[in-house]
């Protein structure tokens, strides 16, 4: 009897976290996917069939929108990358200081989006903020931007500044990922003279493609998902400049159409699901077994 609930104890731990999954997140997300069918006004849904969908598909800014999510995403994901990997292989190495510069480089990723947005805000003002009052200083003033609402560089002022706060917990990933390749390859194509980069393109990025994918997926959701950034420096503008997916959801949420919504909401997901299973079966393909 006892062994019986020994073998049963581990499996009863999960039930309390089981059910908060359950009532917390598959609950609501069944319950949205249920009122983008739905004239919901928060009381009381009155069953309209794919109208949300037509009115989300047929918005006249939703081309813009939806190239702006892909830009955002594109534009971070590929420099969150490059510069991650580029920190993870510099932390790597015997550094009196690469345990002060890991702090120092993932330390953002800890900051509050809305928090970030704010001062960069700040530091991005086109008369007070530091950037361009540096760059004067400087004799560079001739470069000096509105970087915020300048509709031709808003979103990538944006991205930078995502960039900015997630390129740290990237290279913590890599950089586990750099660890665990054993020093033997190296030694043995160092033997043959191998350059530094055919090291890197030979050996280091074949064995880290694991951390690699992992990485560039959780980027792409993050980038697709986008909302709070946006929200805190922008807010969307100058006009529909940096609108993405999120923030028109957001903004048809609070003009009551709640069922509309829904709806982008439930398009966003499959957006989501479908570019990142597709992207990590290619990106699997790659990978390489130690």
């Known amino acids: 009897m006892n062994k019986q609930l020994h073998k049963q104890y581990p499996y009863s731990m999960l039930i309390p976290g089981i059910v908060i999954f359950l009532l917390f997140f598959v609950t609501p997300t069944f319950q949205g996917i249920g009122y ?17 969908f037509k009115s989300f598909f047929s918005d006249p800014t939703l081309t813009h929108i939806v190239r702006n999510t892909f830009v955002f995403t594109i534009v971070s994901t590929i420099f ?15 550094l009196k200081t690469k345990g002060f510069l890991r702090t120092v480089f993932y330390s953002p990723a800890v900051l509050s989006n809305i928090a ?21 200083a400087i004799g560079l ?27 740290g917990f990237n290279m913590i990933i890599l950089l586990a990922g750099l660890q665990t390749i054993p020093k033997d390859y190296y030694e043995a194509v160092s033997i043959d003279g191998a350059s530094a980069w055919s090291r890197f393109w030979h050996i280091t990025f074949p064995l880290l493609m694991p951390a690699f994918n992992s990485v560039f997926i959780l980027n792409l959701i993050g980038g697709l998902k986008v ?29 009551s159409r709640l069922g509309e919504s829904s709806a982008g909401s439930f398009v966003l997901a499959i957006m989501v699901a479908l570019v990142s299973l597709i992207t990590y079966y290619f990106l699997r393909r790659r990978e390489v077994e130690l």
């Not at 969150?80 to 015997?94: Q, S, Y």
């Not at 530091?123 to 009052?133: A, F, K, Q, V």
């Not at 929200?231 to 940096?242: C, I, L, N, S, Y």
């Open 36 to 52: 983008s069918f739905t004239n919901w006004d928060g009381f009381s849904a009155k069953w309209v069939g794919l109208d949300n």
């Open 141 to 167: 003033g001739s470069i000096t931007e509105d970087w915020l609402h300048n509709p031709d560089i808003a979103i990538y002022s944006v991205s930078a500044i995502e960039v900015w706060k997630w390129t």
């Open 80 to 94: 969150k990358l490059v510069l991650g990997i580029l920190l993870a292989l510099m932390v790597n190495r015997e």
């Open 227 to 255: 909302f709070d950034m946006i929200t805190a420096t922008t807010g969307g503008g100058p006009g529909t400049t940096t609108e993405v997916i999120n923030t028109w959801v957001y903004k048809a949420y609070g003009a």
């Open 116 to 136: 970030v947005g704010l001062i960069f805000v700040s530091i991005l003002h086109p008369e007070s903020g530091i950037l361009n009052r540096s760059l004067s």
